[in-house]
């Protein structure tokens, strides 16, 4: 079973900011957040992931609370190309099986 | 730089068939596993290969089969085909030794009827 909670549904106006929610209440000391998301008709695509500390790349940036037992997926601004399903995993290592939960859709609005 | 190539994009077969995915990983890659998705659920995990021999594996069962070659393609091989096996079959690559996120096909469809 997936180890995360995420909102079924979220939108966003196009050129905004988008925040993808996700809480993992019981994560453990050694797993990672990953974040994927899947454009329909398309296999996942990474984004994202952390350990501890906040991470950004050319896509998007992870907040990752204190306590890790959350974190947020932030498009800095959001096109209607980020149209999606966003998902958010937890895992122990690198490599290891991903183990996918419903995810978020997120649909940007023009 | 090709990702990943999966191989049909679309399959009918009957029920009671036995079917071949094929999956080529993207370059410098040496690990595949393999996912299903049912039709509005997420990708479940089936199995991985690495070095030619099966790693890890999901809760499926031995119908499910695979192989990996010494080029590092893959093969999911699913016999006995059952009217629930229908779904979108995912292939994803990635590099043992310094990982930097897993690479998807855009899967094979699969419908069993």
């Known amino acids: 079973d997936a180890k995360t909670t995420q909102p079924t549904s979220m939108d966003c106006a196009e050129g905004r900011a988008a925040n993808l929610p996700c809480n993992h209440s019981t994560i453990s000391g050694n797993e990672y957040v990953y974040w994927y998301r899947q454009i329909h008709s398309q296999g996942p695509q990474y984004i994202i992931h952390?350990?501890?500390n906040n991470e950004t790349n050319e896509m998007a940036s992870l907040i990752i609370t204190e306590d890790r037992k959350s974190s947020t997926l932030i498009l800095p601004h959001a096109t209607l190309r980020d149209t999606a399903v966003y998902y958010c995993i937890v895992e122990e290592t690198s490599g290891s099986r991903l183990t996918f939960g419903e995810g978020t859709q997120l649909t940007v609005n023009p | 730089d090709a990702g990943v190539t999966q191989s049909p994009t679309h399959l009918i077969k009957t029920r009671g068939q036995q079917v071949t995915l094929r999956c080529s990983p993207k370059?410098?890659?040496?690990?595949v596993s393999w996912y299903q998705q049912a039709l509005g659920q997420g990708p479940q995990f089936i199995f991985q290969?690495?070095?030619?021999?099966?790693?890890q594996r999901g809760n499926f069962p031995d119908r499910f089969s695979g192989h990996q070659f010494p080029n590092y393609s893959s093969e999911l091989n699913v016999n006995a085909l059952l009217l629930g096996d229908s779904a979108l079959y995912l292939c994803?690559?990635?590099?043992?030794?310094?990982?930097?996120?897993?690479?998807f096909g855009s899967g094979t469809r699969l419908t069993v009827v």
């Open positions: 994803a690559s990635s590099l043992d030794s310094g990982w930097y996120g897993y690479t």
């Open positions: 370059s410098g890659h040496d690990t």
């Open positions: 290969y690495y070095e030619e021999e099966e790693r």
């Open positions: 952390g350990l501890k």
